[in-house]
């Protein structure tokens, strides 16, 4: 799985109670304020975005409107 639970990202979807299988509907992130640092690897076959750091001083919040 690629948002399996041990995953980075799998992790911070959780903290941010998004439901997540396999994919997820990035539209659930809208309104949400946190900093993701997102790296890029180039494989053979294909490249991977591979999440690297959540800064641990970002908190998630609710934006305001």
Not at 2 to 19: F, R
Not at 21 to 42: A, C, M, P, R, Y
Not at 44 to 58: G, L, S
């Amino acid at each position: 799985k690629v948002l399996g639970e041990k995953s980075t990202l799998g992790k911070l979807l959780a903290e941010l109670k998004i439901p997540a299988g396999d994919t997820f509907d990035t539209d659930e992130l809208i309104g949400l304020k946190t900093q993701v640092i997102i790296s890029h690897k180039e494989g053979k076959d294909r490249n991977y975005a591979n999440v690297t750091i959540v800064p641990t001083r970002a908190k998630v919040a609710v934006a305001e409107v």
